[in-house]
């Protein structure tokens, strides 16, 4: 016999409690309404406490030539043109004013001599432009947020994870999930809700991302009837641990090469001249000596015209470099390739990077300033995600919105490094705005239909009543091993199309997920929910990789090596027909000429 699920009813639900939930949850409750905002952990644990090297907004304090306009342009370029130019707009034009308005909630950051926000390089940007504490600035940012958002009295819901999303013909009508202490049903009926549930790292072997990544948002939206862009944009960070083995794919912050790390093969090579894109050649320094002086000039806060160091080019250019370095046996013991800052003062090591020197002592008895780290790529962030407008957050599907990780187009086909900080705050309020005004157009309460939570219980109860079936975990090895192998750096059509066909297999044996044990504090069950959404989204990957016959940015198909103009203009788009998942494309409208303009200067895609 199944109770009633507990009920609580908000005129918004906030799905998420990062960088985006939390400032979005500010944004409606500073606007009046009433918020819930719910989290699969302890308030506090989400993957933006993780942040390390900054966020990046163009307040000129280390270099007064910068502006939103240099940022936006370095945005697009990085993102290969495939932005959307309105939210690389948004977010440059209002990132300085987002992380103006942390420091007045209380954010410490660091000082440039003169008292303002430190600044810091970064892969990309033009100029320093990420405002950090040292090399923990996503805890500070969460505390901030956190410390705010308690105050405002805003109800939240910590170790709660949403399964369900309930519709009617007018769209979203309320939530359904579990409380993973007692396995508990619970729903949420809401006027509005707001997805901020982060990335889909646990789709892939080597990850930066804890468990919370699996993609629960994107899966949610996708089965509400929203569409999904660009999901083959996977970002694989190149600098995780490679070594030992129970940490592979931990995250060593770019603010390693920010700071002046150099990358060497196991010849002692400095190997990224040899991979500067042509036609931005001119950014970076010329010599050893030029990239020093920007090194010395950058960390002593000093404006230079030095250009910068190879090693900060963007992301998907390092991490297939560092690929390439490996698979032609000039690789470092463990499968990496070196990352070296022990040539700077040990103590100034020690100051900027206080969190990698601890990590790297703990976990692999390397002390960083005495010699080089070990390193590889490893899969950080997805740059696809849900369909959004620009303004409000709002999705395909009425009363559904998105901000953060979850939602698509702000980076397009690479994502800067501290644009994601900047992101979650510009969008996470524009998104908190939009939910509040859609739950304010809304006389009536929200009324979730019993059939649909029904059917969504039922689910839950599924896999403990079976007697035999497939175990998750052997499924999500499954499932991983075939993203690792199939979907990764480098694709091809026959890797891709063998991936979908593994996914359909594993889809299949899904169907039959069984767990031992009860509902309270069950990880295996809690694992088969996160596994169905996993599925999801990984077929949602391979099927767009294998849409895009081109190479732009983060993905690089071996059979279609150029990168293509006439691919410069259309989104991928993913949908849900039934159990199915189609897959299309849809043109981007054509930008107006003096954003083109702008969004060229000083080179093309
Ligand atoms: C190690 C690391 C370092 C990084 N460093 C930087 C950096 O220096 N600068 C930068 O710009 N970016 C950085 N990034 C990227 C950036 O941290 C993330 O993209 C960003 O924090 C995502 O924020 P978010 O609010 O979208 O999601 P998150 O902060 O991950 O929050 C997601 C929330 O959703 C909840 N959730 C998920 N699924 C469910 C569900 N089904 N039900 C209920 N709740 C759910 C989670 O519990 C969590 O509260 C880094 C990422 C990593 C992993």
């Not at 939390?22 to 993780?50: D, F, N, P, Q, W």
């Not at 702008?598 to 093309?604: I, Q, R, S, T, V």
């Amino acid at each position: 016999m199944i109770s009633a699920p507990d009920r609580h009813p908000h005129d918004v639900l906030v799905i998420g409690a990062g960088g985006a939930g939390l400032r979005a949850a500010i944004e409606v409750a500073a606007l009046g309404a009433s918020v819930g905002l719910v989290c699969k952990s302890l308030l506090g644990k989400a993957h933006t406490v993780m942040a390390e090297g900054g966020v990046a907004a163009a307040l000129g304090h280390v270099d007064d030539r910068d502006s939103w306009q240099t940022h936006f342009r370095d945005t697009m370029v990085g993102g290969k043109m495939l932005n959307n130019v309105r939210m690389a707009q948004l977010h440059a034009l209002e990132a300085p004013a987002r992380v103006r308005e942390l420091e007045g909630w209380g954010a410490v950051f660091d000082r440039t001599r003169d008292g303002r926000i430190l600044q810091r390089p970064f892969g990309g940007h033009t100029h320093p432009r990420l405002a950090h504490v040292g090399d923990r600035t996503g805890l500070e940012m969460i505390r901030t947020l956190q410390d705010r958002a308690v105050a405002m009295g805003i109800a939240v819901y910590m170790e709660h994870t949403i399964t369900h999303l309930t519709t009617n013909p007018s769209g979203v009508t309320g939530a359904f999930g579990y409380r993973r202490l007692d396995g508990d049903a619970v729903v949420f009926p809401a006027k509005a809700i707001l997805l901020a549930t982060g990335g889909i790292g646990k789709a892939y072997e080597v990850t930066s991302n804890s468990w919370e990544y699996s993609g629960d948002g994107q899966a949610l939206a996708l089965r509400a009837g929203a569409e999904l862009i660009d999901m083959e944009f996977v970002q694989f960070h190149p600098t995780g641990m490679v070594w030992p083995p129970g940490v592979r794919g931990l995250l060593v912050t770019e603010a390693v090469r920010g700071e002046g790390g150099i990358l060497r093969n196991s010849d002692g090579e400095r190997f990224m001249w040899q991979y500067l894109p042509e036609d931005r050649r001119h950014e970076y320094a010329a010599t050893d000596e030029e990239a020093r002086t920007w090194v010395e000039a950058s960390s002593a806060s000093r404006q230079t015209d030095a250009r910068r160091p190879p090693e900060l080019s963007t992301r998907d250019n390092v991490s297939r470099a560092i690929y390439t370095e490996v698979r032609e046996g000039r690789g470092s013991p463990h499968g990496g390739v070196f990352l070296d800052i022990s040539y700077l003062p040990a103590d100034h090591v020690r100051r900027k990077l206080p969190s990698m020197y601890e990590q790297f002592k703990e976990l692999a008895g390397v002390d960083i300033t005495a010699g080089p780290m070990e390193v590889g790529p490893t899969t950080h962030y997805v740059m696809g995600g849900i369909r959004v407008d620009a303004e409000t957050g709002a999705t395909t599907v009425p009363g559904l919105f998105a901000a953060g990780e979850v939602a698509g187009g702000m980076h397009g086909a690479n994502r800067l490094g501290g644009n994601s900080l900047s992101d979650l705050l510009v969008f996470g309020q524009r998104a908190g705005a939009g939910a509040a005004a859609r739950a304010a157009s809304i006389a009536d309460d929200p009324y979730m239909n019993p059939v649909q939570i029904r059917a969504a219980e039922e689910e839950l109860e599924a896999p403990l009543s079976r007697t035999g079936g497939t175990d998750p975990y052997r499924l999500r090895e499954q499932l991983q091993a075939t993203m690792q192998s199939l979907v990764g750096i480098y694709r091809t059509a026959s890797d891709l199309k063998d991936a979908i066909a593994r996914i359909g297999d594993i889809r299949h044996l899904a169907d039959d997920l069984c767990v031992p044990g009860g509902r309270a504090f069950n990880p295996g069950w809690n694992l088969v929910f996160e596994l169905r959404n996993l599925i999801d989204i990984s077929d949602a990957i391979a099927r767009s990789a294998l849409v895009r016959e081109e190479s732009r940015g983060a993905h690089s198909r071996l059979d279609f090596p150029a990168t293509e103009k006439a691919w410069v203009d259309r989104n991928v788009v993913v949908c849900r027909d039934g159990e199915t998942l189609v897959v299309g494309t849809s043109p981007i409208p054509p930008m107006p000429k003096d954003v083109r303009a702008l969004a060229e200067a000083g080179g093309g895609a």
